[in-house]
Every structure is written in structure tokens, then in C-alpha cells.
């Protein structure tokens, strides 16, 4: 099909925006593309290589000369079975887990505000747009990775309601965390998204708001319906 499109799905930490984006990926038979597990998993290899001093400083050139290839490393999506869902790999290991740990969310946002790492990741995310019939999540898809993506959604939240998702989703997987910790966490992961040099976390101009404090994943799936119709997208 030629006319399938690219859905940049943005916003803020744990707005709940890979459950939105793999929800509307699912209803239009697209592939979903979680981008900020890209980081994450670069994050894990700067981690594992010793590329984060015992300080919390970071050894850029180290991680810039791993990620141009020496010694070479690689990040990756597979899609996985079914459903068009997409698997994170460092270097043929199958890393979704280990790149959820608050260690990871810790450092995630100063390994992403590195220029050369975004380049290494939007290289990437591009080569998987060619192929259209895509939705991404993450913080700078419709204004720096595609934008001419042909549909742009932003997501929010109330800093609660999203500090008490994250919270329940991690103690869900065992984590051991404080509620305090994690918005702590989320708004300071806030701050450095928004007030980085390259491509900081902003709305696209042409990008439609979706507040979804209140709202369950259903009301969330009917109000892209509606979208979809007044946009004369439907059939895509
Ligand atoms: O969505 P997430 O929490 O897994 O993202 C992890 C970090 O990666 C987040 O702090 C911001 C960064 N990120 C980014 O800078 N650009 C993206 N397109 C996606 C994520």
C-alpha cells in the first residue's frame, strides 16, 4: 500500500504514551517504534562499558567512538511475532528488560541530550521510516525525526497521575521504588528533556494535544477515531 503514513506520537515522560502509540499502531496494522528505548539501550551500553564515571560524569568520547564503530556495537528493533510489536537489542541480546531499570532512567536523559548520540539514534528511526505504515513514540519525532510526519499527537499529563502510573507499572515488574522517588525522577527527566541544546522536548505547531489525565486507554483509542475522521484519514 503506498498511501500508509507515519504517526509521531510525543510528550512527556510516562504519559502513557507507548500504551496510546501501540493501541493506534494495532488499529491501523502499523509497526509501533518505542524510541526512547533506543536511548535507553545506548544508555546500557555507556553503562556496561564503562562509559559513566563512578562521579556520575560521562566519558563521551569513549561512547562516541563505540557508537562510529570501535569496537563496533550495535542497536537494534526487531519485531517480534506478532502484532507488530518491536524488541530492543545491544549486540544480539534481547535487552527490553534490562533497559527499564530506574539505573537506566536515571542516566537516560544526559546520554540523550548528546548530539552525537541523537544522530546515531535518528539515523536509525529514519531508515526505519522509509517504510512508512509507522507509529513512533518519543520526544522529538514530529519536530526533528519526521517532521513532515503526516500526523503529529502530543501527549500530557498531570505530574501525579504520571509519577503514580510509573509507580504502579514498576512495582508491577517487581521494582523495588518510593511514589517520591519517582517524581522526583520525572520531573527532573522534565526538565533536562525540555531545556537540552538539540532537539528539546517541545509541541510541533501542527502537532493535535492529547491530555490524557483523565481519560482510560479506550477514551483515549475513541478521541483518535474521532481524529482520524475529521483529519480525512481513515482507510490509511
Ligand atoms: O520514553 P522513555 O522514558 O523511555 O525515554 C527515555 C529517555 O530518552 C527520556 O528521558 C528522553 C529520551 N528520548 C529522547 O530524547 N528522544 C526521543 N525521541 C525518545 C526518548
Known amino acids: 500500500m503506498t498511501s500508509r503514513i507515519i504517526i509521531a506520537v510525543d510528550g512527556y515522560s510516562s504519559t ?27 544508555t546500557l551500553l555507556a553503562m556496561r562499558s564503562g562509559c559513566v564515571l563512578d562521579d556520575g560524569s560521562m566519558d563521551e568520547e569513549r561512547l562516541r567512538r563505540l557508537l562510529s564503530g570501535h569496537p563496533s556495537a550495535d542497536v537494534s528493533f526487531r519485531t517480534s511475532g506478532s502484532g507488530g510489536a518491536s524488541e530492543t537489542w545491544l549486540d544480539g541480546e534481547n535487552v527490553e528488560k534490562q533497559i527499564r531499570t530506574i539505573e537506566i532512567s536515571r542516566v537516560v536523559s544526559h546520554v540523550a541530550a ?19 505504515g509507522v507509529v513512533m513514540d518519543g520526544r522529538d519525532i514530529g519536530t526533528a525525526v519526521f517532521p513532515d ?16 502510573r510509573r509507580y504502579e507499572e514498576m512495582t508491577a515488574r517487581g521494582h ?52 482520524l475522521k475529521t483529519r480525512h484519514l481513515c482507510g490509511y
Do not use: C
Open 176 to 227: 523495588h521504588v518510593s511514589y517520591e522517588e519517582i517524581l522526583g525522577n520525572l520531573s527532573e527527566r522534565d526538565y533536562i528533556d525540555t531545556h537540552r541544546e538539540t532537539a528539546p522536548l517541545r509541541q510541533a505547531d501542527d502537532a493535535v494535544l492529547l491530555d490524557n489525565s483523565d481519560m482510560t486507554v479506550e477514551d483515549q483509542i475513541m478521541w483518535f477515531r474521532d481524529l
Open 114 to 132: 548528546l548530539p552525537f548520540v541523537r544522530q546515531y539514534v535518528d539515523k536509525k528511526l529514519r531508515e526505519i521510516g522509509l517504510r512508512k
Open 149 to 164: 510526519a503526516e500526523l503529529k499527537i502530543f501527549m500530557t499529563a498531570r505530574p501525579q497521575v504520571r509519577a503514580m
Open 16 to 42: 502513557g504514551k507507548s500504551t496510546f502509540a501501540k493501541a493506534i499502531a494495532k488499529e491501523m496494522g502499523y509497526v509501533y517504534i518505542d524510541t526512547g528505548a533506543m536511548y535507553r539501550a545506548v
